[in-house]
Each structure stands twice: as structure tokens, then as C-alpha cells.
């Protein structure tokens, strides 16, 4: 597996995400997946291509350029390495940097001749375009650009040739979502379950039929994994905490799942802050998740004392 490291923080509304890659590293990530019998290969940190003449198509919308540079890098590595033998994990770094991994993952997908499906572990649905953004934070827009809606073509300078189907992404644990989102949600058929159906029905009975659909289309998954999917009891280190977000329990039974399934072909780790952190207990919890999506099991785990 391929670790590819995006310290991106342009698309978020407050600093220190940028410290994002290098957290991971130090809580051990690589160290984990070796131990699990994995060879990793550390590419380093991406260097954004920015054109400073790159004007915004909404004055409301802020970073516009630097966000774009990332974008371009970003798919070109991902369509890179989603045409190779190798498993990507792109640590970020806001959530912005999956305008290009999610986009290149489905390019590479597509010269393949196969669907993209995405899984999306989330407080939020990421779902807004340039035009319905209020906060400009372009961290709030990677699904919409990646499922094809208009008004992003000046992100790459050219329209995207392959987009992701809304109706094979689904988004896993989303408990906050703005009015205009909701309406784009319903109209393009995205799956969304959101922590009351988490309450009444669990992960496991939510997770399946997903995956089902996954592996009858013989389709490549690229999961991207939100801090702010967890409750912000456990997992402190986001700038955009939701109360009533996954447990610790609930996050590794989808990891475990996942692996069980052996769909995963590329991974998202974003919004890590490690500024806002507890003595690196988020970025150990990211690495823990990430191990079990790996192969480690229940009894593997060691006992820490804290």
C-alpha cells in the first residue's frame, strides 16, 4: 500500500489540518500496517500547483486557487496510483483534497471499465457546488464535483470525463445538513443514513446492502473517512465537531466489515486537527480504525495504559 500525504487546509474554515500527514505518521500508522503483514511505501507530502490567476466563480467562495492547485495534483496521483497495483491512503489534510482523490480514483476506475462506488463516513453530506455554498469553505463540496454537478469545471480547467454515479455513493452517518444540500441529495438518489437510522437499526444492517450492491457490480469502493464521523467525545481533533457521532464500537465494526468484504481499493483520512487534539488520542484512534480495515482483529489489539 501507497501512503500519500496531503497537507491541505485551504478548504477548511480554521488552521491545522496541514499538521494532518505528519500526525498520522508519528501515531504509527505505517509501523501498524506492517506489523499486519502489509509492505508501505511513504510517497511524502503532495506540493499543490497553484495558479494565482485562478479567479473564483463565487465571490463568497474562499482559498479558490490554492484549493484548485490541490484538486489538479491530487487526481492526477489518484488516477496515477488507482492504475497500478498498489492501495492508496491519502492522509489529509481537509476534506477537500477528496475533489481530487475521489476523481481520480474514478478515472482510473473507468479505464478499467469498472464503477467507482464510494462510501462516505461523514457528520456532514459534503454535498454543496459553488453556487450553494454559503461559507465558501470548499471542504462542504467534493461529493457534488465528484458526482458530476455543474459549475466546477474551472477546478481542473476542464470538465470532468468521469463521474462518480450518485446513486452508488452512500453516506454513513451524517447528522448535519444544510437545507440546499438536502434538496441536491434527494433529487440525485445519494444513499444517506444518518445517526438516528445508526440509533434504530445499527451499522451492520445499514452497511450490507451496500456492500452487496458493491460486489455485485464487481465495483472498486474508495472509502473516505471523516474525523468528524466519530462523536467528539473520542475523537476531538476536527474544526467542525457534531455531537451524537459514532463510537468507538460502531466506527471499527464498519472498518471490520469493510475489510471483510475485501471491496476497499483507496482510502480518505481527513480532517484530522491535530492543534485541537488530546495528546494525540485522535490520530491513534484514525490509525487504530484504519488498522482494522486492515485485518486486525479484536484479539490482536494490544492493551495500553493511558
Known sequence: ??????????????????????????????????????????????????????????????????????????????????????????MGGDHALALGTVTGQAASAAAKGRLLFVLWLDAHSDFHTFSSTESGNLHGTPLAYACGLPGFDDLLGRPLEHVVDPENVEILGVRSIDRQERELLVAHGVGVSDMRAIDEEGVAVLLKPFLKRVADADGLLHVSLDVDFLDPDIAPAVGTTVPGGATFREAHLVMEMLHDSGLVTSLDLVELNPFLDERGRTARLMVELTASLFGRRVFDRPTRSF
Not at 28 to 40: C, F, K, M, R, S
Open 1 to 90: 500500500m501507497v501512503l500519500v500525504g496531503a497537507p491541505i487546509e485551504a478548504g477548511a474554515g480554521r488552521p491545522g489540518c496541514l499538521m494532518g500527514p505528519d500526525a498520522y505518521r508519528t501515531a504509527g500508522l505505517a509501523e501498524n500496517l506492517q506489523a499486519l503483514g502489509h509492505e508501505v511505501q511513504d510517497l511524502g507530502n503532495l506540493v499543490p500547483e497553484i495558479d494565482a490567476g485562478s479567479v473564483a466563480p463565487n465571490g463568497v467562495i474562499r482559498n479558490f486557487a490554492e484549493v484548485a492547485g490541490w484538486t489538479k495534483v491530487l487526481h492526477d496521483c489518484a488516477r496515477q496510483l488507482g492504475s497500478e497495483a498498489a492501495f492508496p491512503i491519502y
